[in-house]
């Protein structure tokens, strides 16, 4: 509370500007009358924690405490008048909730972006207050205004009509925001050397960092080698280790290294495999953000880099602490293999200060390394003159206060290809040469598109292609000998390996992992929109964890690493297919239902506590204004014609693999050559098929296209820019209905792969993507706000509309995936139990503390789309999260398998209503998205 009363003195000598004898002698009133309060809690403040304690110390404050906190912070923002009125900004973080009571000064933003920020230790953050300075000027319109500009971007300061402008959504950091150090401490612990002594267990846990809010861990994941591989050194620590966990009551797992990552002489492959096999196995014993990895070390110490490599995989984060043998100290801040492939550097700018090794033990002298984090040098769009290109589309976007290029390519695909590799040969022209590895799946490259853009490089390079789809967004899919030798022979050559993810966000993501833990450059091309606007921007790249061909647990392995440039082809979003184009509306309900208006007066109090918020706040609901031209794509992508030309397509992509794989190494043959250009004619007339279209049908989806990548774009800019980088805090509110989406979308690929494995048939119209499992749980999750009171009337039916909307074509039906369950004999229970299974291994679970195993944590609306339910706990109320019921997922659930969800938006005689998926609508879809938009106005006009 000392901490508190502090802030509320700097509060008290912060008013804006005074202009009159008379606003002089109210503001010294109220100043007088703000020291009055501060005193009169003197008593209860001097009895608690000095200022200088840590935050979590505040944070873990027992309830009767916690509920006086809470007494003490109402009255003071009753009474509190002026320019410090309120002090909402001030305590974001450690609140117990919100009052109406807008917040206030700049110094009270500072102290809540720090205490929201997530870099715990591996960023500095500077001292100075955050001024509202000016926003960078915005971006140029994408497109000619539609209906009289309602769809055009712009920045919320153009138009500001906000009462209240001294919060955190309208203040703007300093430059010196992105300025990060990381740092690591190496403590001088003698018995290390000689196996450990009985006070060695509790050394660690004592001087590891903690995770923020906690002051403890929950669990010890000891990573080892194999008994046989170090008896003398890293056994008896180990014995150690196990032994006091068992005096001092502590839950102590031990993973054991594979043998052959442990050999002096292993591969890269077997290094990649000992890696992503332990962190495999710490998460299947359930190591999360609370728990400790810790890893001995022993006579190989150069094997001390799986420390690094393994503590950064745990997705939502884990400690970690290393036990050395190393004779130096060397550089702490770099860890690579022997193997020299995977490696990771602390002062790489594009990890953006995450170090994942937290403290080093050992008997050396005690140090502390710390070190600047590196310039970001994004690609240069300047240099290749894309900056000026009239076709070439930049969207603003920013992750910790760094600039990430984002192109939208609008020229036909020879010139786009033309200017991405322009763009790319710039960023190496300086001073090295480079070596590009495209990396795509099955489909992407039967199109053509991983070998297009390994040619428009101009260098040689390499083409890997794997599997494709959910299933196989695992680590094995992507461990490759021959990937691993690449970038080795690339390094010993001099030249920079360049992963280039072609194609959608399972590739993108997973490959994007692969270029963290090597440390090579990273460029995304998305062919789809989803993987644009959604999994590019986002630093998190990660893995599955799948067994047996099922998905036990969705993006739980992985790390955060920023690409130098995304760059998207145009005309490659035509190829999306049917499922693609409903996955990337399905997460755009959920984007529009969680944010709804951010720009307005009224979406600017919804997210006040987001700082910098106003720079790229997005008006997300702009998208369902775009309705026709989404229409008329599901249409193009599903006509005969398109089907058969992509058809054709696709069976020479698949005969050119077989050649190409049949003569790797060699000279291409003729015949391969012939079937590649046949293969460009067909994409030629395929690219056609799209621009024989009417104009009026063309422009209406490209304007589709170009708002939902815009608005999707902005809000991921809203929350990542400043606030929340690393997606752990505020911009966990994206993962609102990920719980039961994850788990439906792990359902739904098991029952393909039993389909597939009993003979049954799995039509196209029952395949469903991640964005479509997603937007199916929209739905659910209005449905389950509508049972807790939260939604009812105007509000529940504009959340809901947002997804039936959408529905006219069936992506978002549940009934394909029935008719799939009826076929391979699946019954109601068993896919309610099988999406569950799922939900309880979620990646969010660790946030909240919770003793009962019925319950896990979600998202949820409450009142009107764009305002999100609070919780009572102050971890989850950080994250947006509550605790649910598995009782009413599971109602919902059962609800979904009898086609209750089923619906499609449509007017009778006016009114908005929902008729049953299939039945003839009266209205057109257009028409449909005029009245809900007019009415979700309203509703944030309060009219």
């Known amino acids: 509370l000392k901490h508190?009363?502090?802030?509320?003195?700097?509060?008290?000598?912060?008013?804006?500007?005074?202009?009159?004898?008379?606003?002089?002698?109210?503001?010294?009133?109220?100043?007088?009358?703000?020291?009055?309060?501060?005193?009169?809690?003197?008593?209860?403040?001097?009895?608690?924690?000095?200022?200088?304690?840590?935050?979590?110390?505040?944070?873990?404050l027992?309830?009767?405490?916690?509920?006086?906190?809470?007494?003490?912070?109402?009255?003071?923002?009753?009474?509190?008048?002026?320019?410090?009125?309120?002090?909402?900004?001030?305590?974001?973080?450690?609140?117990?909730?919100?009052?109406?009571?807008?917040?206030?000064?700049?110094?009270?933003?500072?102290?809540?972006?720090?205490?929201?920020?997530?870099?715990?230790?591996?960023?500095?953050?500077?001292?100075?207050?955050?001024?509202?300075?000016?926003?960078?000027?915005?971006?140029?319109?994408?497109?000619?205004?539609?209906?009289?500009?309602?769809?055009?971007?712009?920045?919320?300061?153009?138009?500001?009509?906000?009462?209240?402008?001294?919060?955190?959504?309208?203040?703007?950091?300093?430059a010196s925001f992105s300025d990060r150090t990381v740092k690591v401490s190496y403590v001088s612990t003698a018995s290390v050397a000689s196996g450990g002594d009985p006070l060695l267990l509790r050394t660690v846990l004592e001087t590891t960092p903690k995770p923020k809010g906690r002051d403890s861990f929950s669990s010890v994941h000891v990573v080892a080698p194999p008994e046989k591989q170090s008896p003398e050194v890293a056994e008896p620590l180990v014995a150690c280790l196990c032994k006091a966990a068992t005096v001092e009551g502590v839950e102590l797992h031990v993973h054991r290294l594979p043998e052959r990552g442990c050999a002096a002489d292993a591969t890269a492959m077997e290094e990649y495999e000992a890696i992503f096999q332990t962190a495999s196995s710490a998460i299947l014993a359930k190591a999360d953000r609370a728990s400790l990895l810790l890893y001995v070390g022993w006579e190989d110490h150069a094997k001390d880099s799986y420390a690094a490599l393994i503590g950064m995989l745990p997705f939502r984060g884990i400690s970690t602490a290393l036990l050395t043998q190393r004779s130096a100290h060397g550089d702490l801040l770099h860890h690579a293999t022997p193997s020299g492939v995977f490696q990771v550097n602390g002062r790489d700018a594009g990890r953006m200060g995450m170090f994942p090794v937290h403290a080093i033990f050992g008997a050396l002298t005690s140090c502390t390394m710390?070190?600047?984090?590196?310039?970001?040098?994004?690609?240069?769009?300047?240099?290749?003159?894309?900056?000026?290109?009239?076709?070439?589309?930049?969207?603003?976007?920013?992750?910790?206060?760094?600039?990430?290029?984002?192109?939208m390519h609008n020229a036909a695909y020879s010139e786009a290809l033309k200017a991405l590799g322009a763009a790319v040969r710039s960023h190496f022209a300086d001073d090295r040469s480079f070596f590009p590895i495209v990396s795509c799946g099955e489909s992407c490259d039967a199109l053509g598109y991983g070998q297009d853009v390994l040619d428009s490089m101009?260098?040689?390079?390499?083409?890997?292609?794997?599997?494709?789809?959910?299933?196989?967004?695992?680590?094995?899919?992507?461990?490759?000998?021959?990937?691993?030798?690449?970038?080795?022979?690339?390094?010993?050559?001099?030249?920079?390996?360049?992963?280039?993810?072609?194609?959608?966000?399972?590739?993108?993501?997973?490959?994007?992992?692969?270029?963290?833990?090597?440390?090579?450059?990273?460029?995304?091309?998305?062919?789809?929109?989803?993987?644009?606007?959604?999994?590019?921007?986002?630093?998190?790249?990660?893995?599955?964890?799948v067994v047996d061909d099922k998905i036990l647990s969705k993006n739980i392995i992985g790390a955060f690493y920023l690409p130098k440039l995304v760059f998207c082809v145009n005309e490659m979003l035509l190829t999306s297919s049917f499922a693609n184009i409903h996955a990337t509306i399905g997460e755009s309900t959920k984007t529009m239902n969680m944010l709804g208006m951010a720009g307005s007066s009224t979406g600017a109090s919804d997210y006040h506590n987001i700082l910098g918020a106003s720079e790229f706040a997005s008006n997300t609901i702009s998208i369902i204004r775009t309705v026709g031209g989404f229409d008329r794509l599901a249409r193009f992508v599903s006509t005969p014609a398109f089907a058969r030309v992509k058809g054709q397509v696709l069976q020479l992509g698949s005969q050119i693999k077989q050649l190409r794989d049949s003569t790797r190494g060699t000279v291409a043959s003729a015949k391969l050559s012939g079937l590649m250009a046949d293969r460009r004619n067909k994409m030629r007339e395929l690219r056609e098929q799209f621009h024989a279209m009417p104009d009026n049908d063309k422009s209406s989806i490209k304007e589709f296209l170009t708002v939902v990548n815009r608005e999707i774009v902005a809000a991921k800019a809203m929350f990542l820019a400043y606030s929340d980088p690393f997606e752990k805090y505020r911009a966990l509110l994206f993962e609102y209905a990920h719980t039961l989406g994850h788990g439906v979308e792990a359902f739904a690929n098991g029952l393909y792969a039993r389909c597939q494995n009993s003979g049954i048939p799995v039509p196209e119209s029952a395949l469903r993507l991640h964005g479509q499992c997603v937007?199916?749980?929209?739905?659910?999750?209005?449905?389950?706000?509508?049972?807790?009171?939260?939604?009812?009337?105007?509000?529940?039916?504009?959340?809901?509309?947002?997804?039936?909307?959408?529905?006219?074509?069936?992506?978002?039906?549940?009934?394909?995936?029935?008719?799939?369950?009826?076929?391979?004999?699946?019954?109601?229970?068993?896919?309610?139990?099988?999406?569950?299974?799922?939900v309880r291994r979620d990646n969010k679970r660790g946030y909240v503390a919770s003793a009962d195993p019925a319950k896990s944590v979600d998202q949820l609306v409450s009142g009107r789309p764009g305002k999100m339910m609070k919780s009572d706990d102050i971890n989850a109320e950080l994250r947006y999260l509550v605790e649910v019921d598995e009782e009413w997922q599971h109602n919902v659930l059962c609800r979904a398998f009898d086609g209750e969800f089923d619906k499609v938006a449509d007017l009778v005689d006016g009114q908005l209503?929902?008729?049953?998926?299939?039945?003839?609508?009266?209205?057109?879809?257009?028409?449909?998205?005029?009245?809900?938009?007019?009415?979700l106005v309203r509703m944030y006009s309060g009219r």
């Not at 920013?398 to 192109?407: S, Y």
């Not at 509000?795 to 947002?802: E, S, V």
């Not at 929902?914 to 028409?927: D, H, I, K, L, N």
Request: proline share 6%.
């Open 4 to 60: 508190l009363s502090s802030s509320f003195q700097l509060c008290c000598n912060l008013s804006p500007p005074v202009q009159s004898d008379q606003e002089h002698m109210q503001l010294q009133r109220q100043r007088s009358f703000d020291t009055s309060i501060v005193q009169a809690f003197s008593p209860e403040i001097a009895k608690m924690p000095s200022l200088g304690e840590p935050l979590h110390v505040i944070q873990t």
């Open 370 to 407: 710390i070190d600047n984090v590196q310039v970001w040098k994004p690609v240069d769009l300047t240099k290749s003159g894309l900056d000026k290109n009239p076709v070439a589309e930049q969207l603003p976007f920013k992750i910790g206060g760094l600039v990430l290029p984002m192109i």
């Open 775 to 838: 937007g199916m749980a929209v739905l659910w999750a209005g449905h389950m706000s509508f049972n807790l009171g939260l939604l009812e009337g105007t509000g529940l039916q504009l959340h809901q509309a947002l997804g039936y909307l959408f529905n006219r074509h069936g992506g978002f039906s549940f009934k394909p995936l029935r008719d799939l369950c009826d076929a391979a004999g699946v019954c109601k229970a068993e896919f309610c139990e099988g999406v569950l299974s799922v």
């Open 62 to 174: 027992d309830c009767d405490t916690r509920g006086q906190l809470e007494r003490m912070r109402r009255d003071y923002a009753s009474f509190r008048l002026g320019a410090a009125r309120g002090m909402k900004g001030e305590l974001t973080s450690i609140s117990l909730a919100d009052t109406d009571v807008n917040s206030s000064s700049s110094v009270g933003s500072d102290l809540s972006a720090r205490a929201d920020s997530d870099y715990e230790g591996d960023q500095s953050l500077h001292a100075e207050s955050f001024q509202a300075v000016p926003p960078p000027p915005p971006c140029a319109s994408f497109l000619p205004p539609r209906r009289n500009s309602k769809s055009r971007w712009a920045p919320h300061l153009s138009s500001c009509q906000c009462s209240e402008t001294h919060d955190e959504y309208h203040t703007f950091p300093p």
């Open 458 to 545: 101009g260098e040689s390079g390499f083409l890997f292609t794997h599997k494709s789809g959910e299933t196989y967004k695992r680590y094995d899919n992507y461990g490759s000998s021959e990937l691993f030798t690449s970038i080795s022979n690339a390094r010993a050559q001099g030249r920079t390996p360049v992963i280039i993810a072609v194609g959608g966000g399972v590739n993108g993501n997973s490959i994007g992992l692969i270029a963290a833990v090597t440390g090579a450059d990273f460029v995304e091309v998305p062919t789809t929109p989803m993987h644009f606007n959604d999994a590019t921007t986002s630093a998190k790249k990660a893995f599955s964890l």
């Open 913 to 935: 209503v929902f008729v049953s998926s299939g039945v003839a609508c009266q209205s057109s879809s257009e028409t449909v998205a005029d009245l809900i938009y007019e009415m």
